[in-house]
């Protein structure tokens, strides 16, 4: 579904996935969700999700909202939910609240949800609007969509080797060959990810820390 969007409806979006980005090191194995309430062309509410069985994204945003939420307008990186899982499904909470419109980035993957949460809502009477900043969710989420769609993880590998291919001396012999910065920057990486994969040499060598490997596997399930 295919309609057009404003470029207040980018912003707001794009606040929602700012939000929806602070979860990403706790949220695992739930997709990482931001949500902006909006009522006369003001902020009133917002909330992400922050950890798998604490609140979804929208009931945070409900919940922090400053005044009635009657008529708002709802910014959700992600379909709201539909069905009871861990909490009650967010489309019910969203019509219960009487919100007037949602703003969804994507349909959710998710086979318990996927197109109808956006359902339930137009039956209730919310107006509904989705297929906007679609690949910032799909990116941002990239472990949960390839679950959901072919039931296997994303891995990344983190490489680093010297033009010929190799990452130690012939005797053995190894030292840092990545800046300082990409050091850091890896461990962010191995923060989102919910495995890492390594051979049993590397380990044994290495700090538990996982702070000196020159090459490993990241694994988003």
């Known amino acids: 579904m295919k309609k057009n969007f404003t470029q207040k409806d980018k ?18 194995p739930n997709p990482n969700v931001g949500c902006v309430i ?32 009657e008529g708002a ?12 899982g861990q909490t009650p499904p967010c489309a019910h909470a969203l019509v219960r609240a009487k919100i007037k419109k949602v703003i969804a980035s994507t349909i959710d993957p998710n086979p318990k949800v ?14 509904v609007k989705y297929n906007f900043m679609q ?29 010929d291919g190799r990452t130690a001396t012939k005797c053995g012999a190894s030292k840092w060959i990545t800046s300082f910065q ?13 495995a890492i994969l390594s051979s049993a040499t590397s380990i044994l060598k290495d700090q538990s820390k996982l702070t000196n490997l020159e090459h490993i596997y990241l694994v988003h399930f």
Not at 11 to 28: K, P, Q
Not at 114 to 127: A, C, M, Q, Y
Not at 182 to 193: F, G, H, I, K, M
Request: hydrophobic share 35%; glycine share 8%.
């Open 135 to 163: 690949n910032v969710a799909k990116n941002l989420n990239i472990g949960f969509f390839k679950r959901m769609k072919y039931g296997i993880p994303w891995i990344k590998l983190k490489l680093a080797a010297t033009l």
């Open 11 to 28: 912003i707001y979006l794009s606040r929602a996935f700012d939000l929806a980005r602070l979860g990403r090191f706790t949220t695992s």
């Open 182 to 194: 990409s050091r850091q920057d890896v461990q962010e990486l191995r923060a989102e990810s919910d």
């Open 114 to 127: 996927s197109g109808k949460g956006f359902k339930f809502l137009k039956k209730s009477g919310i107006e």
């Open 38 to 69: 909006v009522k006369n062309d003001c902020i009133i509410g917002e909330g992400y999700h922050k950890k798998s069985g604490s609140d979804h994204a929208e009931i945070s945003a409900l919940k922090s909202a400053k005044t009635c939420v």
């Open 73 to 84: 307008t709802v910014y959700v990186t992600l379909e709201p939910c539909s069905h009871y």
